[in-house]
């Protein structure tokens, strides 16, 4: 459990961040609502790209789907970086899979331990979530006016600091090292990882972050459940990613393009990536 005071939490944030040419602004909050409720007002009020909002506590923090987002106080790494990028809406996805692929190569770096991808964008080791993302868009015609990238990242728990429903599903940069993990250090690690797959976003229309994704994805060419809710879904073998984010999927009666929805490896390994 990290102990810093919100002040030096603060402090050491404005070093890190004065080491990324990405991030124009810093905005550090002891407490907020959501840091994506807050990076969507501003962005629409016009904030510039680049503005940086990180909280040491959310109370209202948001998942995907509606879903709640467990922030407390001192132990995650909980942020929103405003983003105006040159893109049409549907590559926006390259936003998010540059961030996954940050996020996978930060927990190697400050752990040694390998994590993957679930599809879309989540960051799992084993079965143990260590981190979430949710981007939330804004466009001007059928391109991208602003895009507010939300990064949930724990750092600091221990089992306990989790609600028991998630204690099986969810882990940290902490328990997997076996030591404290200091949260600027990996913002400074997410940042370095994340800026030249942005940046080759607009050159080469997503390809090499998609290939990346790919790479650390450990569903593709596996047969997947592909769950669609109210009793609806198939199975297939996962074959890729389509530009904007679509999973591909190959079912016996040709390949579907998934947007939404819930999708496991059919027959998960001990052990491994779900
Ligand atoms: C998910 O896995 O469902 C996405 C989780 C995203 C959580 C982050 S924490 C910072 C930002 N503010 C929020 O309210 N949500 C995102």
């Known amino acids: 459990m990290t102990t810093e005071s919100g002040a030096a939490y603060a402090g050491t944030l404005r070093r890190v961040v004065g080491r990324h040419p990405l991030v124009t602004r810093l905005q550090v909050f002891e407490d907020i609502g959501s840091t994506n409720d807050e990076g969507l007002r501003l962005a629409r009020a016009g904030a510039a790209s680049g503005t940086l909002l990180v909280a040491d506590r959310q109370t209202a923090g948001r998942g995907r ?19 105006r990028p040159e893109l049409m809406l549907n590559r926006a996805f390259g936003v998010t899979a540059a961030a996954a692929v940050a996020l996978v ?56 600091d989790f ?7 969810a882990t ?15 913002l400074d690690r997410f940042l370095e990882f994340f800026a030249p797959g942005y940046v080759s976003l607009v050159a080469d229309d997503g390809a090499g972050v998609r290939s990346e994704w790919l790479r650390h994805a450990p569903i593709v060419d596996r047969l997947v459940n592909v769950d669609l809710g109210e009793g ?34 059919l027959r998960p390994l001990s052990g491994e990536t779900r």
Do not use: C, M
């Open 65 to 83: 789907h509606g879903r709640r987002w467990e922030s407390p106080q001192g132990v995650g790494l909980w942020f929103s970086l405003i983003l």
């Open 232 to 265: 609806a879904g198939f199975q297939g073998r996962a074959a890729g990613l389509a530009a904007d984010g679509a999973l591909i999927v190959d079912t016996e009666f040709g390949p579907r393009e998934i947007r939404a929805a819930d999708v496991r490896l």
């Open 163 to 169: 609600p028991p429903d998630l204690r099986e599903s």
């Open 105 to 160: 190569r930060l927990v190697a770096d400050l752990t040694g331990v390998a994590a993957g991808i679930r599809w879309p964008n989540d960051v799992l080791v084993g079965s143990g979530k260590v981190a979430g993302l949710l981007s939330e868009l804004g466009g001007r015609g059928e391109r991208v006016d602003h895009l507010v990238l939300g990064v949930g990242l724990n750092v600091g728990q221990t089992p306990g």
């Open 172 to 186: 940290s940069l902490s328990l997997l090292v076996g030591h404290n993990v200091d949260r600027a250090v990996a």
